[in-house]
């Protein structure tokens, strides 16, 4: 499906998958969020069968991967949270929101040249979350859905820790996400805080965070968008 003038295109193929997989990533396409780039070529996101729970952003062809397998991994992860199959399923729709924003960070950062100083991955999440969070209600209903599928990956019994990796802890990730999110809005997600879900240590510094993290990313980011950042 070719949504705008900026050539992105989402291409569907679940030949051999369950079709309610593919029916949530359809319904939860997140193309028309997308900004078009100033001069890009074209970029194509694909949802497809692999082996492996996995997406990825390729450089070599400008394609992001999101693959089926991963959504049944939320729907795993969030049948556990939720309090009901409604619930499960708006937290997945959010997950593949994050995600897959967090994997056009990847693209933008590659197609764009962006300057970026520190880990990739973590630039990443930044951008998933500051685009999501423009959209208003939904959007922040995404961020906590893709916090919490890290906070629920980093509970995991005999869960390794991975220090070599080039992403941060899941749970790192987790309490890096719900700061941003905290500080974009304390009183809409003081939640976050009363429940004891972000330390109060931690919640202090967040509306400077992401401050912080929206000047970058419009330093970096706006002269390339045709619409800017908020």
Do not use: M
């Amino acid at each position: 499906q070719t949504i705008h003038s900026g050539g992105f295109k989402c291409i569907i193929d679940g030949k051999t998958y369950r079709t309610d997989y593919e029916r949530t990533v359809t319904n939860a396409n997140p193309l028309p969020y997308i900004y078009c780039l100033r001069g890009s070529g074209p970029c194509r996101a694909w949802s497809q069968d692999v082996t492996l729970r996995i997406d990825w952003y390729d450089p070599r062809n400008g394609n992001i991967t999101f693959c089926f397998e991963l959504v049944q991994l939320f729907d795993q992860l969030y049948s556990k949270q939720a309090k009901s199959p409604e619930e499960a399923k708006e937290l997945i729709r959010g997950a593949v929101f994050f995600v897959f924003f967090h994997e056009f960070g990847h693209a933008l950062a590659h197609e764009l040249e962006l300057p970026l100083t520190g880990k990739e991955e973590d630039a990443v999440d930044q951008f998933a979350t500051l685009l999501l969070l423009e959209q208003g209600e939904r959007g922040e209903k995404a961020v906590l859905a893709g916090a919490a599928f890290f906070l629920a990956l980093g509970s995991q019994p005999n869960q390794p820790l991975a220090f070599w990796d080039e992403h941060s802890l899941d749970k790192q990730r987790f309490y890096n996400i719900a700061c941003w999110l905290y500080g974009a809005s304390p009183f809409r997600h003081v939640n976050l805080v009363a429940k004891g879900l972000l330390p109060e240590s931690r919640a202090a510094r967040c509306g400077d965070e992401y401050q912080q993290l929206r000047r970058s990313w419009k330093t970096l980011a706006d002269p390339k968008l045709k619409r800017p950042l908020k």
